[in-house]
């Protein structure tokens, strides 16, 4: 069935950089663009960047512009999220999710992975 | 960016219905999305483009829209359905930041 699992989480010191990984199963991951999205302890979700299907087009919240770089590797099914200049309050679960769009992006969110969790602190 | 707003929690006894709204100046003009949050799991959509439910979801779960104001209703609710419950509009031209909701406690008990 369609799965997507996320990693590459853990604690990292202000300041510090950390890449995620978000490896798909059960579809066609060259034909869908991928989102990740966070929530902070405590709070709710909080869309931060969307790679499309091609890899051509890449979107980003004010809060991580700059400092969060979206890539995907199609031949391998993954998604990356490379962050730098982390601070404590980027410390949240970071889901990837599928977006509904064939060949498209609809801006929405049809299937979710488990989520990998990111602490920022000394 | 724009706002939407939920109330912070919701309580039924199993077998009642729970009504959960999203409110929002940008929604007569974006489909609501609807999300189940349990901990430890991986979020589920249970309501695209304002009350479609998609394959797997039960029926029990159903949405609507009017003017700025969405709702998620499960009728029937069962212990297995609480959980928090987020809302999220998009018009899908990726022209606005799209957000989600504050999100919503629903405790069945």
């Known amino acids: 069935q369609m799965q997507l699992v996320e990693s590459g989480g853990g604690l990292v010191p202000p300041g510090g950089s950390l890449r995620l990984s978000c490896i798909a199963s059960g579809f066609t991951f060259s034909h869908y663009g991928i989102h990740w999205v966070r929530q902070a302890p405590g709070k709710g979700l909080e869309w931060v960047a969307l790679?499309?299907?091609?890899?051509?087009?890449?979107y980003y919240a004010d809060f991580v512009k700059g400092r969060f770089t979206i890539s995907r590797d199609n031949s391998k099914n993954t998604v990356f999220l490379q962050m730098n200049s982390l601070r404590p309050e980027d410390t949240a679960v970071y889901y990837c999710a599928k977006d509904h769009g064939y060949l498209g992006t609809y801006w929405y969110f049809d299937l979710w992975g488990r989520g990998t969790l990111l602490t920022v602190s000394s | 960016s724009y706002e939407l707003t939920q109330p912070p929690s919701v309580s039924v006894s199993p077998g009642q219905t729970a009504r959960i709204t999203c409110s929002g100046d940008v929604l007569p003009k974006k489909f609501v999305y609807w999300y189940q949050l349990k901990s430890g799991q991986a979020p589920v959509l249970v309501i695209y483009e304002d009350s479609k439910r998609p394959s797997g979801i039960p029926a029990r779960f159903s949405g609507s829209s009017s003017g700025t104001t969405a709702t998620l209703t499960i009728s029937g609710a069962q212990v297995e359905d609480e959980a928090d419950y987020y809302c999220y509009s998009t018009d899908s031209s990726g022209n606005d930041r799209d957000v989600f909701g504050p999100g919503t406690r629903v405790t069945v008990l």
């Open positions: 790679i499309r299907y091609d890899g051509d087009n890449k």
